[in-house]
């Protein structure tokens, strides 16, 4: 079955680092990839989507890309914020019958970002 | 307000009660789903509804019942609530059409089972 592959945390930064989170992912057809923010005490918010191979997508300063041959969608950000300490969700989505949509999570990775 | 909300936002109760954790859209997105989350599984599905009157099972169906009588409001019950079955529930929606992969997610439900 379909299944997502994230990094596990959780991952501590400092104010302006690098960041990348892993996501590998296995599915069958052509599935479309997202992330998922989860802030403290919130709900998962969509942060960015791509579906098809070699997309890129990009929001409030991160970027993934689909890379269909090595089925990855590795999360980046060049220099995070104390804001941006939450939790993050990779994702896949495939057809589950009729119109509909199955999302597939990711364990989700915690990132605390230190002043 | 426009969006999704969930009601109550946090809950105890006590094992072998009846509860109802409530979801309401105010997008008329036809298709509405139940997670729930815990530690170490990330998010799981448990129902879904595909419109009024039409709901199927997801991945961890069991002890769950729901029902959508109104497009806009989709009720996850727990007949006889159990202390597995503490944990956050998310309810989410998703449009029809080309947007339909991706999903609207509520605040959450915390449910303590004592």
């Known amino acids: 079955g379909d299944s997502v592959t994230q990094m596990e945390g959780p991952v501590t930064l400092s104010e302006e680092a690098f960041l990348t989170i892993n996501c590998t992912y296995t599915a069958t057809g052509y599935p479309s990839l997202f992330w998922y923010v989860q802030y403290p005490g919130e709900g998962l918010q969509l942060l960015l989507k791509a579906t098809k191979a070699d997309d890129k997508g990009s929001n409030k300063g991160f970027e993934a890309t689909y890379r269909k041959e090595t089925t990855s969608f590795h999360l980046e950000k060049g220099s995070v914020q104390v804001s941006d300490s939450a939790v993050y969700f990779c994702?896949?989505?495939?057809?589950?019958?009729?119109?509909?949509?199955?999302?597939?999570f990711g364990k989700g990775t915690l990132l605390t970002v230190n002043p | 307000d426009a969006g999704i909300t969930q009601s109550p936002r946090y809950k105890i109760t006590e094992t072998g009660r009846q509860v109802t954790l409530m979801c309401h859209q105010t997008?008329?997105?036809?298709?509405m789903f139940w997670y729930r989350q815990d530690l170490g599984h990330g998010l799981r599905l448990i129902y879904y509804?595909?419109?009024?009157?039409?709901?199927d099972k997801g991945e961890v169906p069991d002890g769950y019942v729901v029902s959508r009588s109104k497009t806009e409001n989709f009720p996850l019950t727990l007949e006889s609530a159990t202390r597995s079955q503490t944990s956050v529930y998310f309810c989410?929606?998703?449009?029809?059409?080309?947007?339909?992969?991706?999903?609207?997610f509520g605040p959450g439900t915390r449910l303590l089972v004592l």
């Open positions: 997008w008329s997105h036809s298709y």
């Open positions: 989410a929606s998703s449009a029809p059409g080309a947007l339909r992969e991706t999903q609207y």
């Open positions: 509804s595909a419109a009024a009157d039409i709901t």
């Open positions: 994702a896949l989505s495939t057809p589950s019958g009729g119109s509909n949509y199955k999302l597939t």
